[in-house]
């Protein structure tokens, strides 16, 4: 089973590129890349997504930082969508 099925929470981040940005949209999706890859999270992408896996703080503190990269990149926006595992610590409990 790959680790990020077994992780307490699982990110897929979809990075919408903006054709009037300065820079082109691969470079948009390559800085959100980068950054999720700089995080340690990254398990898996492809051609304009990229999953984060880890533990609850983690995934978010790298959520925001892939954001901001893909933004200050020009994106247009970035579709997130979270998944935690049924055995994960919620939140206030």
């Known amino acids: 089973m790959p ?20 820079k082109p949209p691969r470079e948009q999706v390559e800085a959100a890349k980068t950054a999720a890859s700089d995080t ?22 790298a959520m925001m930082e892939v954001v901001e990269a893909s933004l200050d990149a020009g994106a247009s926006a970035v579709e997130i969508k979270v998944e935690a595992q049924r055995d994960a610590p919620r939140f206030g409990g």
């Open 3 to 22: 680790g990020y099925e077994r992780a307490e929470v699982n990110a897929k981040m979809t990075v919408l590129p903006s054709e009037r940005a300065e």
């Open 40 to 61: 340690g999270l990254a398990h898996e992408a492809g051609p304009d997504t990229l999953m984060l896996a880890g533990g609850r703080r983690e995934v978010i503190e």
